[in-house]
C-alpha cells in the first residue's frame, strides 16, 4: 500500500479513537482499515495502538508518529495546493475549536457559511471551556479569549469582551445595595468554574484590586450559571457576549461598570506553515471578517 495513504489512515483511526470511525471519515470498510494499520505497524516494525473493546489508544511511539504523520500529511496537500495555484477551491478536512457558548454563538454560524461555500470541505467542531493544544489534537484553526501566550501559532486579534457581574432586578430589590467589590461579601455568589476556577475576581481597569468570593453555588459550565442567575439566586460573573441578550431585554442587571477590569481580547488562531493551506486559509479569512463585524457590536 502506499505510505502516504497508509498514515492518512493512521491519523483518522488516531484522532477518532476508533477503527469504525476511522473507516468512516476516510470512506472506508473497518476491515481495510484495519487491515492498513497493520500493514503500517509490520512495515515500522513498532505497534502505533493499544486496542480494547472500548478504545483505540495511540501508543508512546504512536504519538510520535502521530505528530511527524500530521506534520507530513499537511505539507503534501500545502504542496498539491500551492500546484494548483492559489485560487483553487478548498478540499479536505477542517478541526476547528472555540469556547462552548462562544463557539454556539458566533462561530458556528461561519462554519455553516464556510461549509455552503466550499462544497468540497468537512468541518469537526470542538466546543469546549478549556484551552486546546492545536498541535497536539490536530486542530487547524483556534478561537482564544484571553491573552496569547507566546508560540509558534499565528493569531489575529478580532476584538475584545468584557467581565462583566450581573444579577436579576428582583434579586437586587430584595438584598444590601452594592456599590463596591467589597460589598460582594454580602451577597449570594454564583460561580461558573470555567471562568473563575479560583474564586478570586479582579476589579479595575490595572486589575490591583482582588476580591476573595464564597460561593453559595459553583457551577461547571456558563450556561449553568446564567440560569441560576436569571432565577434569582444570585450575582455571577460571565463575559459580556454570553449575557448580552439578557440585558437588552433587562432580565439581567449590569453590576459596578466602573470597576470592571480591562478587557479581554479574542484571537483567532492557527498553526503557522511555509505556506498557508488553502483550506484553513479560507476558513481564517471568513471568521475573522465575520467575528469582527460582529464583536465590534458587543
Known sequence: MDKLHL?????AVAEEEGFAAGA??????????????????????IKLLNRSTRFVRVTDAGQRYLDDARRIIAEVETADEAAAGINAEPRGHLAVTAPVLF?????MPGIVDYLNRYPGMDVSALFLDRVVN?????????????????????AIRVGQICR???????????HAALTSPADLAQHCIVAASGVTPFVEWKFGQDSKTTIRVKPRLTVSSNDAAIEASLLGLGISRLLSYQVAAHFESGKLLRLMPDYEPQPLPVHVVHRESRYASTKVRSFVDLIVSQLRGQLEQR
Open 7 to 11: 498514515m492518512t489512515v493512521f491519523v
Open 24 to 45: 468512516r471519515r476516510m470512506g472506508m470498510s473497518p476491515p481495510a482499515v484495519t487491515r492498513a494499520i497493520a500493514a503500517l505497524e509490520a512495515r515500522l516494525r
Open 103 to 107: 463557539g454556539k454563538m458566533f462561530v
Open 134 to 154: 492545536l498541535l497536539e489534537e490536530g486542530i487547524d484553526v483556534g478561537i482564544r479569549i484571553g491573552e496569547l501566550p507566546d508560540s509558534s501559532m499565528k
Open 164 to 174: 462583566v457581574l450581573c444579577a436579576t432586578p428582583a434579586y437586587l430589590e430584595q
